[in-house]
């Protein structure tokens, strides 16, 4: 279990992380999401003990990461900064690893075959692309066989058959009942893998629930209609009662009702449908609706982000997320350091 309380780090005038207060749990692939330059790595490094926070607490199995003995066999992490040691080849910088933490040689071996890399074990890291230096930061993560993991963006650098191995191993870490705490900007696949989320802006904690809830919470259900009568169908739906409003590629977007209720109603009229079709929201859609006013480093207009398309035009204002602590109206969150916009 991981345990954060009041977790706050400041650079001079810049509050990297503003009083974070979460638990991951085990058992559970627990997400770590948030938009560049919220505090993320930070936070990580502060509960690998790697930066000191400025106050609050960040305690692994109840104690510091500092204060562990063996710590590869409690927590295994795989942070952005790797550091490996240019000279050593991949076999000796994990016997290496392992010797440090007790752990039997023969268990490099095995790393090395989980992650892939046993053909080159022998070879220099320094050589090895983004996406082998990736396999070869789990294998170190693993080595201790520890029952939390951390990974800092694990995907990155990774093809499609490593993104679909690591999205497996880690629900097989948490399977086993291990606490396994992962950011990733890749939205769809944090969706494919990630069962809790917790999601910080600015340093803040914005929410801290299960996947399917932040999805739900965050975004807006609603029956994307089209038709070659527009006019027609826009009457017969209002006078019904059906909030509408305009969606791309001249389709119109129904809120508030289902599509049976809308099928029916047009079809007491005969007005021809061309599509008729309920729309879930990504998890995508959620992080950019709730995050969208804490988002330090914001693309300009002309792009899909500055051009709103990532909330959609007619979106409403995004609702109180509630997390532990107290609920957070992000749009009381502090902004006064947005740029562009
Ligand atoms: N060593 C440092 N000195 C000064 N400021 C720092 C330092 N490390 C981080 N920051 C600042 O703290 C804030 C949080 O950075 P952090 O790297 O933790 O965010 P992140 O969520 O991991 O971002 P990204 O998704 O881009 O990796 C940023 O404003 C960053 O510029």
């Given at each position: ?80 900064a790797r550091s490996v040691q240019g000279g050593r080849t991949a076999y000796n910088h994990l016997l290496w690893l ?10 490099v071996?095995?790393?090395l075959?989980?992650v892939g890399l046993t053909e080159v074990a022998r070879k220099r890291p320094s050589g090895f692309s983004l996406g082998m230096g990736q396999r070869l930061g789990i294998a170190a ?15 990155n650098g990774l093809d499609?058959?490593g ?179």
């Amino acid at each position: 279990m991981i345990e954060l309380t009041g977790l706050t780090k400041r650079y001079g005038s810049t509050t990297a992380v503003d009083r974070l207060s979460f638990t991951v749990r085990p058992g559970v692939v627990t997400g770590f999401l948030g938009p560049n330059g919220a505090g993320k790595s930070t936070t990580m490094r502060m509960i690998m003990g790697l930066d000191k926070p400025t106050s609050g607490d960040a305690l692994v199995d109840g104690t510091h990461y500092a204060k562990l003995k063996e710590p590869l066999t409690r927590v295994g992490a795989l942070l952005e900064a790797r550091s490996v040691q240019g000279g050593r080849t991949a076999y000796n910088h994990l016997l290496w690893l392992a010797q440090s933490n007790d752990i039997p040689a023969r268990r490099v071996d095995e790393v090395l075959g989980l992650v892939g890399l046993t053909e080159v074990a022998r070879k220099r890291p320094s050589g090895f692309s983004l996406g082998m230096g990736q396999r070869l930061g789990i294998a170190a993560a693993l080595l201790g066989d520890p029952r939390i993991l951390m990974f800092d963006e694990p995907v990155n650098g990774l093809d499609p058959e490593g993104i679909h191995w690591i999205r497996n191993l880690m629900k097989q870490l948490a399977a086993e009942g291990r606490t396994v705490f992962v950011s990733s900007h890749l939205m769809s696949e944090m969706a494919l893998t990630a069962d809790h989320l917790v999601v910080i802006g600015k340093g803040q904690l914005l929410a801290d629930m299960p996947m399917a809830e932040f999805i739900s919470q965050n975004s807006r259900s609603y029956v994307r209609v089209r038709t070659p009568e527009p006019e027609r169908m826009r009457d017969v739906l209002t006078a019904g009662g059906v909030h509408l409003a305009d969606g791309p590629d001249g389709t119109i977007e129904a809120e508030g009702t289902d599509a049976a209720k809308i099928g029916e109603l047009v079809a007491a009229e005969g007005v021809v449908l061309h599509e008729l079709s309920p729309q879930q929201a990504s998890l995508e859609e959620a992080f950019m609706r709730l995050t969208a006013q804490t988002v330090q480093y914001q693309a300009g207009p002309g792009t899909a982000a500055g051009a709103g398309l990532a909330a959609g035009p007619n979106w409403q204002q995004p609702p109180q997320t509630t997390a532990p602590g107290g609920p957070v109206d992000v749009s009381k969150v502090d902004v006064s350091q947005k740029e562009g916009n």
